[in-house]
């Protein structure tokens, strides 16, 4: 199936469980997408996929301030999962996805 579709990725905080949908697009090797989350859509600036780990990076707007984030981790195709964390300069949040039909 590959890393491309969508995925709902839930994060387990102490303020709770929070649901981000991404939309992932693979064209001629390139992938792209867009993160939805809090009600707004954001653009990832990139999406990099490399013997399975990815990379996906955006800047998102909270409360007037822009903020860099990076999720990182790993797409398992045998069990079409992707598993990582959410990175900023608030700390990291583990998540885990699946594959929205």
């Known amino acids: 199936m590959g890393f491309a579709g969508n995925w709902e990725c839930v994060s387990k905080s102490a303020f709770g469980d929070m649901t981000t949908i991404w939309y992932i697009k693979e064209e001629n090797g390139v992938y792209s997408g867009i993160s939805e989350a809090f009600g707004q859509k ?36 045998e069990k079409d999962i992707i598993v990582g964390a959410s990175k900023s300069n608030m700390g990291a949040t583990a998540f885990t996805g699946k594959r929205m039909a």
Do not use: I
């Open 42 to 77: 954001t653009p990832f600036t990139s999406v990099e996929l490399k013997d399975n780990k990815f990379v996906c990076k955006l800047t998102m707007e909270m409360n007037g301030m822009k903020m860099d984030m990076s999720m990182e981790g790993d797409y398992f195709p």
